[in-house]
């Protein structure tokens, strides 16, 4: 992996650093020296040294010979979401989405052609697969990535589906790229999208867009059932109401708090309104 920048500022120290958190996911939670190497693309003292640096740093942990994540990691994503203000807006209205459907409700972002999961509340019951904040999958096999590509203008859409997953999985491949462009556009036309058992067997979702204060779809937020236990028209006639009322609460909710006055700490200690702040 090394040599991609192109920049004269690009710092290959650092991406290799950030290659090798990034080799860990919920597959490979533990991994040894020689598979970090291997799977960072880097040489194996190269990768021992950046290792090294990062235990040191907090955020790896070695024992036995394996190395893993520690809970610091979390700090970088928690920084994120936390400067968007969007985790702590959403998180009383999908606790109250989830007490009312009692399925789990999820919220992600853009990444790529991949979504990446930024606030999740989630109900105990077995389902095929495991979502954290964090995880990533393709965005055309999930309601929400749907929801965020149909958002896209068509020449960035093209740029974004021509970009190969990071997520591990297979990425979704049409046998017409037509399909693609027109249920993208149903999905922008009626505000919302379906994944019937797409992104792995048993896992159904309906999602829908979380709009800024400009009106601009930055996430998309879904209810997950399980295809066995809920029919399509529950989800679509019981669950998807209380979603859509979610999520333009919570777009209300964030357009305000992007309005809000910023401040911040002068020399002397005093609190004044920050440069640009409103």
């Known amino acids: 992996m090394a040599g991609r920048g192109s920049s004269p500022d690009f710092v290959e120290a650092l991406a290799r650093g950030l290659d090798v958190l990034t080799c860990f996911d919920a597959r490979r939670p533990r991994m040894s020296l020689t598979d970090i190497a291997t799977a960072a693309g880097l040489a194996r003292p190269t990768a021992r040294r950046l290792l090294l640096t990062l235990e040191e740093l907090g955020y790896v942990r070695?024992?036995?010979?394996?190395?893993?994540?520690t809970p610091k990691v979390m700090r970088l994503g928690i920084a994120y979401a936390s400067s968007l203000g969007l985790w702590d807006v959403a998180r009383p209205h999908l606790a109250d989405l989830v007490a009312a459907t009692h399925e789990s409700s999820s919220m992600a972002q853009l990444d790529g052609s991949d979504i990446v999961y930024v606030a999740r509340v989630a109900v105990p019951k077995i389902i095929a697969l495991r979502v954290d904040i964090g995880t990533r999958?393709?965005?055309?096999?999930?309601?929400?990535g749907k929801v965020l590509l149909a958002a896209l203008e068509p020449g960035r859409l093209e740029e974004v589906l021509a970009e190969p997953s990071r997520s591990g999985l297979p990425p979704f491949v049409p046998n017409d790229p037509d399909d693609v462009a027109k249920e993208l556009m149903t999905v922008r036309a009626r505000g919302w999208a379906l994944a019937d058992e797409e992104l792995a067997p048993g896992v159904r979702s309906v999602a829908v867009p979380v709009r800024d204060g400009n009106g601009t779809v930055q996430a998309a937020m879904n209810v997950t059932v399980h295809a066995a236990e809920t029919s399509m028209e529950t989800l679509l006639d019981?669950?998807?109401?209380?979603?859509?009322?979610?999520?333009?609460?919570?777009?209300?909710?964030?357009?305000?708090?992007?309005?809000?006055?910023?401040?911040?700490?002068?020399?002397?200690?005093?609190?004044?309104?920050?440069?640009?702040?409103?």
């Open 62 to 69: 070695g024992a036995d010979g394996d190395f893993a994540l």
């Open 137 to 144: 999958f393709p965005a055309l096999r999930t309601s929400q």
């Open 238 to 278: 019981r669950h998807l109401p209380r979603l859509l009322r979610a999520a333009s609460d919570i777009s209300g909710d964030w357009a305000l708090w992007q309005q809000r006055p910023h401040a911040e700490h002068g020399p002397d200690g005093e609190l004044r309104p920050a440069a640009g702040g409103r």
